[in-house]
Protein backbone atom coordinates (compact mmCIF):
# COMPACT_ATOMS: atom_id res chain seq x y z
CA UNK A 1 0.00 0.00 0.00
CA UNK A 2 2.00 3.03 -1.29
CA UNK A 3 2.82 5.82 1.32
CA UNK A 4 0.99 8.90 0.81
CA UNK A 5 3.02 11.95 -1.61
CA UNK A 6 0.82 14.50 -1.40
CA UNK A 7 1.51 17.72 1.25
CA UNK A 8 0.37 16.63 4.91
CA UNK A 9 -3.36 18.05 5.24
CA UNK A 10 -4.11 21.22 7.89
CA UNK A 11 -5.99 18.10 10.14
CA UNK A 12 -2.32 16.39 9.84
CA UNK A 13 -0.21 19.30 11.21
CA UNK A 14 -3.50 19.76 13.63
CA UNK A 15 -2.51 17.19 15.41
CA UNK A 16 0.74 17.80 16.46
CA UNK A 17 0.31 21.68 16.77
CA UNK A 18 -0.49 21.42 20.76
CA UNK A 19 2.58 18.24 21.30
CA UNK A 20 5.21 19.30 23.48
CA UNK A 21 8.29 19.66 22.21
CA UNK A 22 10.81 17.48 24.46
CA UNK A 23 11.30 13.49 24.05
CA UNK A 24 8.28 12.25 26.02
CA UNK A 25 11.20 9.62 27.82
CA UNK A 26 12.53 12.88 29.54
CA UNK A 27 9.51 14.18 30.62
CA UNK A 28 9.74 13.83 34.19
CA UNK A 29 12.11 15.84 35.73
CA UNK A 30 14.64 14.57 38.27
CA UNK A 31 17.25 15.65 40.40
CA UNK A 32 20.93 16.18 38.77
CA UNK A 33 23.90 15.11 40.50
CA UNK A 34 26.28 17.88 41.52
CA UNK A 35 28.31 19.59 38.74
CA UNK A 36 32.23 18.86 38.98
CA UNK A 37 33.37 22.27 40.58
CA UNK A 38 36.93 21.48 41.97
CA UNK A 39 39.83 19.05 40.41
CA UNK A 40 39.74 15.82 41.11
CA UNK A 41 41.10 12.18 39.89
CA UNK A 42 40.21 8.73 38.70
CA UNK A 43 41.24 5.53 37.32
CA UNK A 44 38.81 6.16 34.75
CA UNK A 45 37.06 9.28 33.59
CA UNK A 46 34.29 8.83 31.12
CA UNK A 47 32.67 11.04 28.87
CA UNK A 48 29.22 11.06 28.12
CA UNK A 49 26.21 10.06 30.32
CA UNK A 50 24.40 8.01 28.22
CA UNK A 51 23.86 4.56 27.90
CA UNK A 52 27.40 3.57 26.99
CA UNK A 53 29.12 5.36 29.02
CA UNK A 54 26.91 4.36 32.15
CA UNK A 55 27.22 0.62 31.70
CA UNK A 56 30.75 1.14 31.01
CA UNK A 57 31.16 3.02 34.30
CA UNK A 58 29.06 0.34 36.06
CA UNK A 59 30.89 -2.41 34.59
CA UNK A 60 34.24 -0.74 35.50
CA UNK A 61 33.09 0.19 39.73
CA UNK A 62 32.22 -3.59 39.75
CA UNK A 63 35.73 -4.44 39.01
CA UNK A 64 37.01 -2.19 41.36
CA UNK A 65 38.03 0.94 39.69
CA UNK A 66 37.09 4.76 40.83
CA UNK A 67 35.07 5.89 38.17
CA UNK A 68 34.42 9.60 37.06
CA UNK A 69 31.41 10.35 34.41
CA UNK A 70 31.27 13.97 32.93
CA UNK A 71 27.92 14.87 31.52
CA UNK A 72 27.00 17.60 29.37
CA UNK A 73 23.50 17.76 30.38
CA UNK A 74 21.68 14.92 32.64
CA UNK A 75 22.24 10.91 32.14
CA UNK A 76 20.36 10.13 28.78
CA UNK A 77 19.89 13.39 27.50
CA UNK A 78 21.12 12.76 23.99
CA UNK A 79 20.11 9.48 21.85
CA UNK A 80 20.03 7.50 24.70
CA UNK A 81 16.90 9.24 25.78
CA UNK A 82 15.65 10.20 22.41
CA UNK A 83 15.25 6.82 20.61
CA UNK A 84 12.01 4.14 20.02
CA UNK A 85 12.84 1.99 22.95
CA UNK A 86 13.72 -0.56 20.99
CA UNK A 87 15.68 -3.09 22.59
CA UNK A 88 17.12 -5.61 19.68
CA UNK A 89 20.27 -7.82 20.38
CA UNK A 90 22.30 -7.19 17.09
CA UNK A 91 25.28 -5.80 17.29
CA UNK A 92 25.90 -5.31 13.30
CA UNK A 93 22.55 -3.40 12.52
CA UNK A 94 21.18 -6.97 11.59
CA UNK A 95 22.69 -10.15 10.27
CA UNK A 96 22.38 -9.13 6.63
CA UNK A 97 24.52 -5.97 7.44
CA UNK A 98 26.96 -8.08 9.23
CA UNK A 99 27.29 -10.48 7.05
CA UNK A 100 28.13 -8.06 4.34
CA UNK A 101 30.84 -6.84 6.68
CA UNK A 102 31.91 -9.78 9.05
CA UNK A 103 30.90 -12.76 7.29
CA UNK A 104 33.76 -14.63 9.03
CA UNK A 105 33.08 -13.43 12.93
CA UNK A 106 28.89 -13.62 12.37
CA UNK A 107 28.48 -16.84 14.83
CA UNK A 108 30.49 -15.19 17.24
CA UNK A 109 28.75 -11.90 16.91
CA UNK A 110 25.60 -13.16 17.19
CA UNK A 111 26.46 -15.11 20.09
CA UNK A 112 28.07 -12.50 22.13
CA UNK A 113 24.87 -10.07 20.66
CA UNK A 114 22.24 -12.38 22.69
CA UNK A 115 24.47 -13.11 25.61
CA UNK A 116 24.55 -8.95 25.99
CA UNK A 117 20.96 -9.39 25.32
CA UNK A 118 20.37 -11.65 28.49
CA UNK A 119 22.96 -9.30 30.21
CA UNK A 120 21.04 -6.67 30.03
CA UNK A 121 17.76 -8.35 31.29
CA UNK A 122 20.29 -9.69 34.35
CA UNK A 123 21.40 -6.49 35.25
CA UNK A 124 18.30 -5.03 35.42
CA UNK A 125 17.51 -7.38 37.88
CA UNK A 126 20.23 -7.49 39.79
CA UNK A 127 20.58 -3.79 40.12
CA UNK A 128 16.40 -2.81 40.41
CA UNK A 129 16.05 -1.03 37.41
CA UNK A 130 12.14 -0.89 36.00
CA UNK A 131 12.47 0.54 32.64
CA UNK A 132 9.31 -1.39 31.46
CA UNK A 133 11.00 -4.21 29.69
CA UNK A 134 9.12 -6.11 27.78
CA UNK A 135 10.58 -9.18 25.73
CA UNK A 136 7.78 -9.48 22.84
CA UNK A 137 10.30 -9.40 19.89
CA UNK A 138 10.21 -7.17 16.86
CA UNK A 139 8.02 -7.75 13.68
CA UNK A 140 9.25 -6.67 10.62
CA UNK A 141 5.63 -5.47 8.25
CA UNK A 142 6.12 -5.88 4.60
CA UNK A 143 3.96 -3.23 3.03
CA UNK A 144 4.84 -3.19 -0.51
CA UNK A 145 4.76 -6.14 -3.40
CA UNK A 146 8.49 -6.19 -4.07
CA UNK A 147 8.86 -6.47 -0.32
CA UNK A 148 7.01 -9.78 -0.69
CA UNK A 149 9.81 -12.47 -1.13
CA UNK A 150 11.59 -11.09 1.53
CA UNK A 151 9.60 -12.83 4.58
CA UNK A 152 10.88 -16.67 3.35
CA UNK A 153 14.61 -14.93 3.18
CA UNK A 154 14.30 -13.36 6.62
CA UNK A 155 12.95 -16.62 8.11
CA UNK A 156 15.75 -18.70 6.67
CA UNK A 157 18.44 -16.20 7.76
CA UNK A 158 16.93 -15.62 11.10
CA UNK A 159 16.84 -19.13 11.95
CA UNK A 160 20.18 -20.25 10.45
CA UNK A 161 21.70 -18.13 13.08
CA UNK A 162 19.76 -19.26 16.39
CA UNK A 163 15.94 -17.37 15.95
CA UNK A 164 12.78 -18.58 16.66
CA UNK A 165 10.46 -16.86 13.96
CA UNK A 166 7.08 -16.82 12.73
CA UNK A 167 6.61 -15.63 9.19
CA UNK A 168 3.01 -14.12 8.64
CA UNK A 169 0.82 -13.77 6.05
CA UNK A 170 -1.58 -10.41 5.29
CA UNK A 171 -4.44 -12.45 7.54
CA UNK A 172 -1.92 -13.22 9.85
CA UNK A 173 0.26 -9.68 10.06
CA UNK A 174 -3.05 -7.71 10.40
CA UNK A 175 -4.34 -10.39 12.97
CA UNK A 176 -1.34 -8.98 15.01
CA UNK A 177 -1.66 -5.32 14.51
CA UNK A 178 -4.44 -3.75 12.26
CA UNK A 179 -2.93 -1.40 9.36
CA UNK A 180 -4.53 -1.83 6.10
CA UNK A 181 -0.86 -1.24 4.82
CA UNK A 182 0.34 -4.49 5.42
CA UNK A 183 1.19 -7.43 3.19
CA UNK A 184 2.84 -9.59 5.85
CA UNK A 185 5.56 -9.70 8.45
CA UNK A 186 8.13 -11.94 10.10
CA UNK A 187 8.03 -11.74 14.13
CA UNK A 188 11.77 -12.30 15.45
CA UNK A 189 10.58 -13.72 19.09
CA UNK A 190 14.70 -14.18 19.60
CA UNK A 191 16.86 -11.12 21.27
CA UNK A 192 14.12 -8.43 20.99
CA UNK A 193 11.75 -6.19 23.17
CA UNK A 194 10.88 -2.63 24.24
CA UNK A 195 11.59 -0.85 27.04
CA UNK A 196 11.71 2.93 28.80
CA UNK A 197 14.73 4.41 27.89
CA UNK A 198 14.72 7.52 30.00
CA UNK A 199 13.75 5.62 32.93
CA UNK A 200 16.95 3.07 31.61
CA UNK A 201 19.19 6.02 31.59
CA UNK A 202 18.03 6.90 35.11
CA UNK A 203 18.76 3.75 36.69
CA UNK A 204 21.60 3.09 35.05
CA UNK A 205 23.03 6.19 36.65
CA UNK A 206 21.47 5.39 40.46
CA UNK A 207 22.59 1.71 39.80
CA UNK A 208 26.40 3.21 39.37
CA UNK A 209 26.89 5.69 41.80
CA UNK A 210 25.52 2.91 44.41
CA UNK A 211 28.46 1.11 43.33
CA UNK A 212 30.88 4.03 43.81
CA UNK A 213 30.78 5.70 40.28
CA UNK A 214 30.86 9.78 40.95
CA UNK A 215 28.55 11.05 38.17
CA UNK A 216 28.57 14.47 37.72
CA UNK A 217 25.87 16.36 35.38
CA UNK A 218 26.22 19.89 33.91
CA UNK A 219 29.57 19.36 33.62
CA UNK A 220 30.44 19.75 29.90
CA UNK A 221 34.16 18.13 28.92
CA UNK A 222 35.68 20.48 26.46
CA UNK A 223 39.03 19.01 26.35
CA UNK A 224 41.92 15.72 27.04
CA UNK A 225 45.36 16.51 27.21
CA UNK A 226 48.08 14.71 26.31
CA UNK A 227 48.87 13.50 30.31
CA UNK A 228 45.24 12.71 30.23
CA UNK A 229 43.51 15.70 32.06
CA UNK A 230 39.83 16.18 31.00
CA UNK A 231 39.12 19.61 30.93
CA UNK A 232 35.44 21.08 32.02
CA UNK A 233 35.12 25.00 32.35
CA UNK A 234 35.60 24.75 35.75
CA UNK A 235 37.39 22.29 37.03
CA UNK A 236 39.25 19.13 35.77
CA UNK A 237 39.54 14.89 36.45
CA UNK A 238 43.23 13.66 36.18
CA UNK A 239 42.73 10.38 34.94
CA UNK A 240 44.67 7.37 34.40
CA UNK A 241 42.28 6.12 31.56
CA UNK A 242 39.83 7.89 29.74
CA UNK A 243 36.37 6.55 27.71
CA UNK A 244 35.12 8.57 25.29
CA UNK A 245 30.97 8.17 25.43
CA UNK A 246 29.67 11.23 23.43
CA UNK A 247 27.59 9.75 20.74
CA UNK A 248 26.77 12.05 17.62
CA UNK A 249 28.07 14.86 19.69
CA UNK A 250 31.37 16.50 18.54
CA UNK A 251 34.10 14.41 19.78
CA UNK A 252 37.24 15.20 21.84
CA UNK A 253 39.38 13.59 19.63
CA UNK A 254 39.43 14.85 16.09
CA UNK A 255 39.87 11.67 14.44
CA UNK A 256 36.98 10.21 15.13
CA UNK A 257 35.36 12.87 13.31
CA UNK A 258 36.29 10.99 9.76
CA UNK A 259 34.22 8.40 11.09
CA UNK A 260 30.81 9.70 12.69
CA UNK A 261 28.45 12.12 10.95
CA UNK A 262 25.40 13.00 13.03
CA UNK A 263 21.89 12.60 11.33
CA UNK A 264 18.65 13.99 13.43
CA UNK A 265 15.27 11.67 13.31
CA UNK A 266 12.32 12.66 14.30
CA UNK A 267 9.41 11.02 16.60
CA UNK A 268 5.95 11.46 17.62
CA UNK A 269 4.29 10.22 20.82
CA UNK A 270 -0.15 9.41 20.91
CA UNK A 271 -1.75 10.79 23.61
CA UNK A 272 -3.08 7.75 25.32
CA UNK A 273 -5.39 5.44 23.24
CA UNK A 274 -7.97 2.66 23.52
CA UNK A 275 -5.30 0.07 21.63
CA UNK A 276 -8.24 -2.44 21.30
CA UNK A 277 -8.91 -0.60 17.39
CA UNK A 278 -5.51 -1.71 16.67
CA UNK A 279 -5.27 -4.76 18.30
CA UNK A 280 -1.30 -5.14 19.43
CA UNK A 281 -1.90 -7.49 22.20
CA UNK A 282 1.40 -9.05 21.56
CA UNK A 283 3.41 -5.77 22.03
CA UNK A 284 5.62 -5.98 19.64
CA UNK A 285 7.67 -3.08 18.30
CA UNK A 286 7.40 -2.64 14.53
CA UNK A 287 9.34 -1.64 12.02
CA UNK A 288 8.50 -1.13 8.04
CA UNK A 289 10.97 -2.33 5.11
CA UNK A 290 11.89 0.30 2.97
CA UNK A 291 14.60 2.38 2.84
CA UNK A 292 12.51 5.41 4.35
CA UNK A 293 11.18 3.41 6.97
CA UNK A 294 8.87 4.08 9.88
CA UNK A 295 9.37 2.32 13.38
CA UNK A 296 6.42 2.50 16.06
CA UNK A 297 5.64 0.83 19.46
CA UNK A 298 2.77 0.62 22.12
CA UNK A 299 3.56 2.04 25.34
CA UNK A 300 2.86 0.83 29.00
CA UNK A 301 0.32 3.53 29.46
CA UNK A 302 -1.13 2.80 25.90
CA UNK A 303 -0.19 5.29 23.77
CA UNK A 304 1.85 4.60 19.82
CA UNK A 305 5.04 6.05 19.53
CA UNK A 306 5.51 6.57 15.72
CA UNK A 307 9.22 7.74 14.21
CA UNK A 308 11.44 7.59 11.48
CA UNK A 309 11.45 7.97 7.51
CA UNK A 310 13.88 11.41 7.24
CA UNK A 311 17.15 10.93 8.15
CA UNK A 312 17.79 14.71 8.03
CA UNK A 313 21.68 15.50 7.81
CA UNK A 314 22.91 18.99 7.94
CA UNK A 315 25.94 20.60 6.20
CA UNK A 316 28.71 20.44 8.71
CA UNK A 317 26.92 18.42 10.92
CA UNK A 318 25.52 20.53 13.90
CA UNK A 319 24.24 19.19 17.10
CA UNK A 320 21.89 21.50 19.27
CA UNK A 321 18.66 22.13 20.52
CA UNK A 322 17.02 24.20 17.24
CA UNK A 323 17.93 21.02 15.28
CA UNK A 324 15.10 19.22 17.65
CA UNK A 325 11.95 20.71 15.45
CA UNK A 326 11.27 20.01 12.20
CA UNK A 327 8.44 20.24 11.14
CA UNK A 328 8.26 19.08 7.61
CA UNK A 329 9.32 15.55 9.19
CA UNK A 330 6.63 16.08 11.89
CA UNK A 331 4.20 16.75 9.47
CA UNK A 332 4.92 13.30 7.17
CA UNK A 333 4.51 11.29 10.30
CA UNK A 334 1.29 12.26 10.83
CA UNK A 335 0.33 11.73 7.46
CA UNK A 336 1.69 8.51 7.47
CA UNK A 337 0.45 7.73 11.08
CA UNK A 338 -2.97 8.12 9.66
CA UNK A 339 -2.59 6.24 6.84
CA UNK A 340 -1.18 2.88 8.90
CA UNK A 341 -3.87 3.34 11.24
CA UNK A 342 -6.87 5.23 9.70
CA UNK A 343 -9.43 3.78 12.51
CA UNK A 344 -7.99 6.55 15.18
CA UNK A 345 -8.21 9.45 12.98
CA UNK A 346 -8.35 12.50 15.53
CA UNK A 347 -5.56 10.96 17.72
CA UNK A 348 -3.73 13.59 19.11
CA UNK A 349 0.12 13.74 19.76
CA UNK A 350 1.48 14.97 23.26
CA UNK A 351 5.20 14.92 22.55
CA UNK A 352 7.60 15.57 19.16
CA UNK A 353 11.08 15.45 19.38
CA UNK A 354 14.29 15.13 17.24
CA UNK A 355 17.83 14.04 18.29
CA UNK A 356 20.82 12.90 16.70
CA UNK A 357 21.63 9.68 15.56
CA UNK A 358 25.73 8.85 15.47
CA UNK A 359 25.93 7.04 11.87
CA UNK A 360 28.54 5.25 10.65
CA UNK A 361 29.91 4.01 7.69
CA UNK A 362 29.09 0.64 8.64
CA UNK A 363 25.72 1.07 10.74
CA UNK A 364 27.41 -0.19 14.24
CA UNK A 365 29.28 0.64 16.72
CA UNK A 366 33.55 0.69 16.24
CA UNK A 367 36.25 1.36 18.61
CA UNK A 368 39.37 3.04 18.61
CA UNK A 369 42.17 3.80 21.16
CA UNK A 370 44.75 6.58 21.32
CA UNK A 371 47.25 8.58 24.05
CA UNK A 372 48.91 5.15 23.95
CA UNK A 373 46.08 2.88 24.65
CA UNK A 374 45.30 5.25 27.69
CA UNK A 375 42.05 6.41 25.97
CA UNK A 376 39.46 4.66 24.25
CA UNK A 377 36.06 5.29 22.47
CA UNK A 378 33.02 3.41 21.47
CA UNK A 379 30.81 5.06 18.86
CA UNK A 380 29.01 4.94 15.12
CA UNK A 381 25.75 2.71 16.25
CA UNK A 382 23.57 3.98 13.64
CA UNK A 383 20.13 3.84 15.47
CA UNK A 384 20.33 0.47 16.98
CA UNK A 385 22.77 1.35 20.32
CA UNK A 386 19.83 0.84 23.00
CA UNK A 387 21.19 -2.73 23.45
CA UNK A 388 24.41 -2.59 21.59
CA UNK A 389 25.80 0.33 24.07
CA UNK A 390 26.09 -2.02 26.64
CA UNK A 391 28.59 -4.29 24.56
CA UNK A 392 30.26 -0.87 23.45
CA UNK A 393 31.02 0.23 26.97
CA UNK A 394 32.85 -3.03 28.82
CA UNK A 395 34.35 -3.58 25.33
CA UNK A 396 35.74 -0.13 25.45
CA UNK A 397 36.52 -0.93 29.22
CA UNK A 398 38.44 -4.11 28.21
CA UNK A 399 40.38 -2.26 25.63
CA UNK A 400 41.55 -0.21 27.90
CA UNK A 401 43.01 -3.04 30.42
CA UNK A 402 44.28 -4.89 27.30
CA UNK A 403 42.04 -7.50 28.08
CA UNK A 404 42.14 -10.54 25.42
CA UNK A 405 38.54 -11.66 25.41
CA UNK A 406 35.94 -13.23 22.28
CA UNK A 407 35.32 -9.54 21.39
CA UNK A 408 38.64 -7.80 21.75
CA UNK A 409 39.80 -10.57 19.37
CA UNK A 410 37.64 -9.89 16.53
CA UNK A 411 38.74 -7.73 13.45
CA UNK A 412 34.75 -5.98 13.93
CA UNK A 413 36.15 -4.47 17.18
CA UNK A 414 39.87 -3.78 15.93
CA UNK A 415 38.60 -2.48 12.24
CA UNK A 416 37.31 1.05 11.27
CA UNK A 417 34.65 1.88 9.25
CA UNK A 418 35.36 3.39 5.56
CA UNK A 419 35.34 7.16 6.24
CA UNK A 420 33.04 10.11 5.21
CA UNK A 421 34.49 12.42 3.07
CA UNK A 422 35.33 16.32 4.34
CA UNK A 423 32.92 18.85 3.41
CA UNK A 424 31.55 19.57 1.34
CA UNK A 425 31.69 16.73 -0.67
CA UNK A 426 30.71 14.63 2.36
CA UNK A 427 26.99 16.91 2.24
CA UNK A 428 26.54 16.08 -1.55
CA UNK A 429 27.57 12.43 -0.59
CA UNK A 430 24.90 12.10 2.06
CA UNK A 431 22.15 14.03 0.24
CA UNK A 432 22.46 12.24 -2.86
CA UNK A 433 22.51 8.95 -1.27
CA UNK A 434 18.74 10.14 0.44
CA UNK A 435 17.76 10.69 -2.55
CA UNK A 436 18.43 7.64 -4.31
CA UNK A 437 17.33 5.15 -1.49
CA UNK A 438 14.04 7.07 -1.71
CA UNK A 439 14.21 6.28 -5.22
CA UNK A 440 14.61 2.75 -4.98
CA UNK A 441 11.35 2.53 -2.89
CA UNK A 442 9.53 3.91 -5.29
CA UNK A 443 11.06 1.44 -8.50
CA UNK A 444 10.04 -1.41 -6.66
CA UNK A 445 13.44 -1.73 -4.32
CA UNK A 446 15.81 -1.20 -7.37
CA UNK A 447 18.88 -0.14 -6.44
CA UNK A 448 20.44 2.10 -8.98
CA UNK A 449 24.03 2.72 -9.84
CA UNK A 450 24.76 4.92 -6.90
CA UNK A 451 23.77 2.85 -4.07
CA UNK A 452 25.12 -0.50 -6.09
CA UNK A 453 28.72 1.20 -5.77
CA UNK A 454 28.34 2.12 -2.35
CA UNK A 455 27.60 -1.10 -1.82
CA UNK A 456 30.49 -2.34 -3.52
CA UNK A 457 32.37 -0.09 -1.83
CA UNK A 458 31.10 -0.89 1.42
CA UNK A 459 30.01 2.89 2.53
CA UNK A 460 26.16 3.06 3.09
CA UNK A 461 23.77 5.36 4.75
CA UNK A 462 20.70 4.32 6.13
CA UNK A 463 17.60 5.97 7.46
Known sequence: MPWPTSTPTDADRASYREAEPRSFWLRTPHEPTPALTEPTSADLCIVGGGFTGLWAALYAAQQGKDVVVLEAETAGFGASGRNGGFAVASLTHGIENGLARFAEEMPLLERLALENFQGIQDDLT???????????????????????????????????????????????????????????????????????PGKLALGLRDAAIKAGVRVYEHSAAHHVTDDLQVLTAHARVQAKRVL??????????????????????????????????????????????????????????????????????????????????????????????????????????????????????????????????????????????????????????????GKDTDATRTRYVKSKPIPFPPEPLRYAVIQLTRNRLAAADRNGGQRGLWLRTLDRLGLGFDS
Open 126 to 196: THGIDCDFEATGELLAITDEYQVPWLEEERELLTRFGHQVTVLDQAAMRAQVASPTYLGGVWDHTGAGILD
Open 244 to 401: LATSAYPPLLKAIRRYVVPVYDYALMTEPLDLTKVGWANRQGIGDGGNQFHYYRPTKDGRILYGGWDAVYRYRGPVGPRHDEHDATFGTLAQHFFHTFPQLEGTRFTHRWGGAIDTSSRFSVFFGTSHGGRLAYATGYTGLGVAAARFGGRTAVDLLD
